[in-house]
């Protein structure tokens, strides 16, 4: 059997992450289903559930801060949008397609 087959949640389901008064303009950091999130919101309004983990060296988003561009890693300064890619990387002009975390849909 699979790992995800061993664990005691409901995947393909909603679950409550916070209140919409919670995320302001800071990191909301939330472990669901075993899984760390960080939720925040965007400088346009919009909300973001990235999976708490940036995709160069795997350090805590939560660590990171929001721009005006999206969620800044506070290791490398990758940033990433609400969708998870990746949208700037200090120094470099061309993004690679993998740079990016895995996101979480959500209804506000």
């Avoid at 919409?20 to 990191?27: P, S």
């Avoid at 939330?30 to 919101?41: A, E, G, L, S």
């Avoid at 973001?48 to 801060?65: F, K, N, Q, V």
Wanted: aromatic share 8%; charged share 20%; glycine share 10%.
């Amino acid at each position: 059997m699979s790992r995800k087959a061993n664990q005691p949640f409901v995947r393909n389901a909603w679950y409550i992450a916070a209140w919409a008064e919670e995320i302001d303009n800071g990191l909301l950091a939330r472990t669901i289903m075993n899984q760390p999130i960080v939720i925040y919101r965007d400088a346009d309004g919009n909300v973001g559930a990235l999976e708490d983990r940036c995709c160069h060296r795997g350090a805590p988003l939560t660590h990171g801060s929001v721009t005006d561009v999206g969620l800044r890693c506070g290791y490398h300064g990758l940033t990433f949008d609400t969708k998870g890619n990746c949208v700037e990387i200090p120094g470099q002009k061309n993004i690679p397609a993998q740079a990016n975390v895995q996101h979480f849909p959500l209804v506000e």
